[in-house]
Nanobody
């Protein structure tokens, strides 16, 4: 079955950086847009970033624009989220997800497959 496995989570200090990776298997990876979402304790899951199938179009939430960068390597079936200038409010479980939709804007229901998530904790 389709698997999305996130790695790279952990602890960081405010102002620091982390790089998340998501490895995909058992799906035609280059056919899917890949997104990142996050869920903070006691809150709903929210959109973070998305990259289109080719990797030449990206979109970000306002809260991470300019600090986070999403990219993909179709040869390796991987998508990445580079997180810089981290803030305590970035603390959350981060999920990668795959969508067959090709659009400028995405919502959670547009994604067909989800990973299990990786915890990111940012201390002040």
């Amino acid at each position: 079955q389709v698997q999305l496995v996130e790695t790279g989570g952990g602890m960081a200090q405010a102002g620091g950086s982390l790089r998340l990776s998501c490895a995909a298997s058992n799906l035609p990876f280059s056919a899917y847009a890949m997104g990142w979402f996050r869920q903070a304790p006691g809150k709903e899951r929210t959109f973070v970033a998305v990259v289109n199938w080719f990797g030449d179009r990206t979109s970000y939430s306002e809260s991470v624009e300019g600090r986070f960068s999403v990219s993909r390597d179709n040869a390796k079936n991987r998508v990445y989220l580079q997180m810089n200038s981290l803030k305590p409010e970035d603390t959350a479980v981060y999920y990668c997800a795959a969508s067959l939709k090709d659009a400028k804007d995405y919502s959670e229901i547009d994604f067909n497959y989800w990973g299990q998530g990786t915890q990111v904790t940012v201390s002040s």
